[in-house]
T-cell receptor
């Protein structure tokens, strides 16, 4: 597709349930990022993939959060035993990072709004 | 570690007036700096970025920003506001090391433009 696609756009789930959020990056982009944006805040980094591997997962808040990118393209963010505090907009971004060039532009999707009730 | 502070969560200007959105950063290494804009129900869009070279950076929609190392600032300006500039603006820093894909964002500034 032309841009980063995230599905679903909205997700309402009950406390304690498991959810999966999907990100389809721009074709050919090797780097993929997940961010979380709480109401009134800027996006907070969660995890970064280079290819299939997680290069930096230091932003994942706890072991209920997990992300995969098995084929180096689509990524899934998985949240177990959801809590009301997990309610936020989850953003995905991708970029082309040949070599290790700094400051390469990250293209963002429109996000998935997760509401835990 | 790095951080970004955006002074003023809300800025209101009249159409045609100067827009000034303030951003200060903290970084232990030379930073790469970004401004993103977020329109309602849309994703973040890059306005401009500073990596190396010229410290005055021009972006889309008439915006520009100047990197001032001595002041650790990267303020965003536009000479004449337009109604379509109303949005939320985020300053971000990428400070290198092993996590070169990682951006640290400020809390955002909501820009309101009055007719």
């Amino acid at each position: 597709g032309a841009g980063v696609s995230q599905t679903p756009s909205n997700k309402v789930t009950e406390k304690g349930k498991y959810v999966e959020l999907r990100c389809d990056p721009i074709s050919g982009h090797t780097a993929l990022y997940w961010y979380r944006q709480s109401l009134g805040q800027g996006p907070e980094f969660l995890i970064y993939f280079q290819g299939t591997g997680a290069a930096d997962d230091s932003g994942l808040p706890n072991d209920r959060f997990f992300a995969v990118r098995p084929e180096g393209s689509v990524s899934t963010l998985k949240i177990q035993r959801t809590e009301r505090g997990d309610s936020a907009v989850y953003l995905c971004a991708s970029s082309s990072e040949p070599g290790r060039s700094w400051g390469t532009e990250a293209f963002f999707g429109q996000g998935t709004r997760l509401t835990v009730v | 570690a790095q951080s970004v502070t955006q002074l003023g969560s809300h800025v209101s200007v009249s159409e045609g007036a100067l827009v000034l959105l303030r951003c200060n950063y903290s970084s232990s290494v030379p930073p790469y700096l970004f401004w993103y804009v977020q329109y309602p129900n849309q994703g973040l869009q890059l306005l401009l970025k500073y990596t190396t070279g010229a410290t005055l950076v021009k972006g889309i929609n008439g915006f520009e920003a100047e990197f001032k190392k001595s002041e650790t600032s990267f303020h965003l300006t536009k000479p004449s506001a337009h109604m379509s500039d109303a949005a939320e603006y985020f300053c971000a820093v990428n400070a290198g090391g092993t996590s070169y894909g990682k951006l640290t964002f400020g809390q955002g500034t909501i820009l309101t433009v009055h007719p």
